[in-house]
């Protein structure tokens, strides 16, 4: 479970940016219409959902990249080589580019609660630490810190009782590896279960439905598939996955050293079946529509994530989809009992307080020195529920609306005429 996240230099994010699933104090007649959208945890509320709203090139997807450039970090440093860098850009202005990137992680796991954090410049990671919160305060397990001194044990700093042998660890983890990475490689069980918490609780992006894993989630939940689909509005009754061997032709054949100049690969299908007719196939990636391909694909991991309370972030999730479609899958978030989705949309009929909280409608805009300005429309204390929120977005009224001159006229000066 996610409860909170900062970013800090990544991007367009300058300063410390914050995404919080603890839900506000609002007690509206609205807010309490709205109890599906929220779930107790440990005595507090979280919310289910977050939507992220705003222009283009404010910093909705830097928030993504974000999240997903922390999960792969944690998932896949122990595996980088010496010289390695990592992909991604700090803020590029006002001297900004030659200090740390930060990251800081607030999360439930097996039921406890870890606060996990790292820094880093583009060629090495400098400082990371691990705490949990045993009660109301927090308390280390692990700190990191390489400008302190040279040797591993200036730089690390360990509570007892957490790890075997950590500073066999600490001596095989590189300036360029997270040490969680590489004690979870080493079977460290505590390393272990972080790792398994952004390997398997945290899901950032749709999974191409192709790869053994989102295949595995097919056949596990497909009747349950078939019937969001059904729900959805869609005339599908049945799915089938076929493996099928292609020939293709080779990267590099070389005949004189056995490379044929046409190779054969397995591929994935699928294939759908409407009610007009059951006994015709239709290929899902050459056939159907863009927006069956997008709901099916969402649906493949929506279902786990719901059935087991885990997390979902997605970049633009309904696009190609029409507006009650999008909302079907935000509906199914709120359905469940514990899952959560953050999202970003360009979708302005999602901005809407009888579907939303207060909390959960949030925007990024443009600073003047480029830098991304993200809050909620809870911060605006002089918003009253019975207005229009969607009405006030596209008005400018929280900002974060793009200003387009756009006239005929103004066009027409672009072509010289």
């Known amino acids: 479970m996610l409860l909170k996240f900062f970013i800090s230099n990544f991007y367009s994010i300058k300063d410390t940016l914050t995404v919080d699933f603890e839900a506000e104090r609002i007690s509206t007649e609205m807010a309490k219409a709205l109890a599906d959208n929220v779930f107790s945890e440990s005595g507090k509320k979280y919310l289910k959902s977050i939507g992220v709203f705003g222009p283009n090139a404010s910093g909705k997807s830097s928030i993504y990249k974000a999240l997903l450039f922390c999960d792969r970090l944690v ?16 803020f590029k202005f006002d001297g900004y580019h030659e200090k740390p990137s930060e990251f800081c992680i607030n ?30 305060r927090k308390a280390k397990i692990f700190t990191r810190n390489e400008q302190v001194g040279k040797s591993k044990s200036e730089i690390f700093s360990f509570a007892d009782g957490f790890f075997v042998k950590p500073m066999d660890v600490a001596q095989s ?27 398997t609780e945290l899901y950032v992006g749709v ?65 759908t079946t409407h009610k007009r007719n059951p006994n015709i196939k239709f290929d899902l990636y050459a056939e159907e529509s863009t927006g069956t391909i997008q709901i099916f694909s969402l649906l493949i991991v929506l279902l786990d994530i719901c059935k087991r309370g885990k997390t979902l972030v997605v970049d633009e999730f309904d696009l190609s989809l029409h507006t009650e479609l999008a909302e ?9 009992k514990g899952a959560q989705l953050l999202f970003t949309s360009h979708n302005t ?55 387009v001159t756009a006239s005929v006229e103004e066009i027409r000066k672009l072509f010289g005429e």
């Open 349 to 403: 009929n999602l901005i809407d307080v009888k579907k939303f909280r207060r909390d959960q409608i949030c925007f990024t805009n443009k600073r003047d020195d480029g830098s991304t300005e993200f809050y909620s429309l809870f911060d605006f204390k002089d918003f009253r529920e019975n207005m229009d929120a969607e009405k006030g977005y596209l008005q400018g009224r929280f900002d974060a609306v793009p200003y």
């Open 107 to 136: 999360f439930i796991c097996g039921g406890t609660e870890y606060e996990y954090s790292f820094s880093l410049t583009r060629k090495e990671i400098v400082s990371e630490s691990l705490y949990h919160y045993p009660g109301k």
């Open 75 to 90: 998932l896949e440093s122990h595996i980088n080589n010496e010289g390695a860098t990592f992909n991604f850009m700090p």
């Open 173 to 199: 983890t590189g300036r360029n590896t997270l040490f969680i990475s590489r004690a979870s490689q080493m079977d460290r069980e505590l390393a272990k279960k972080i790792y398994n918490f952004f390997l």
């Open 207 to 271: 999974p191409q439905i192709r790869t053994d894993y989102a295949v595995g989630l097919f056949e596990k939940n497909k009747p349950l598939i078939i019937e969001a689909l059904r729900m959805a509005d869609s005339d599908i009754v049945d799915i089938e996955v076929r493996k099928e061997k292609i020939n293709v032709p080779a990267i590099a054949p070389d005949l004189q050293f056995g490379i044929p100049a046409i190779q054969t690969e397995v591929i994935t299908r699928f294939f």
């Open 328 to 336: 079907f899958i935000i509906n199914m978030v709120h359905a469940s």
